[in-house]
């Protein structure tokens, strides 16, 4: 019997560790998104999805670096 309970105890310990790491490892990694048709303008999301007005998919806002001058 005190097997039986060790044994639960174990695996109640393990799923709940491995509910609590896939619920932090859900978060965005600080990615921002838009809609490619402009539909509420330059508006981002913090999460990947659907745009509320075209329902088409958001995408990545691409890193830009900033442009240098080599012209003198």
Same mark, same amino acid.
């Given at each position: 019997?005190?097997?039986? !309970?060790?044994?639960?105890?174990?695996? !109640?310990?393990?799923?709940?560790?491995? !509910?609590?790491?896939?619920?932090?490892?859900?978060?965005? %990694?600080?990615?921002?998104?838009?809609?490619?048709?402009?539909?509420?303008?330059?508006?981002?999301?913090?999460?990947?999805?659907?745009?509320?007005?075209?329902?088409?998919?958001?995408? !990545?806002?691409?890193?830009?670096?900033?442009?240098? %001058?080599?012209?003198?």
């Amino acid at each position: 019997m005190k097997k039986n !309970i060790k044994t639960y105890t174990t695996a !109640i310990v393990f799923a709940m560790s491995f !509910i609590m790491y896939s619920c932090n490892s859900s978060k965005s %990694d600080g990615a921002k998104y838009y809609c490619p048709m402009k539909c509420e303008g330059e508006k981002t999301y913090d999460k990947p999805g659907s745009c509320p007005v075209c329902e088409m998919d958001l995408e !990545i806002v691409k890193a830009t670096s900033p442009k240098t %001058d080599t012209a003198k």
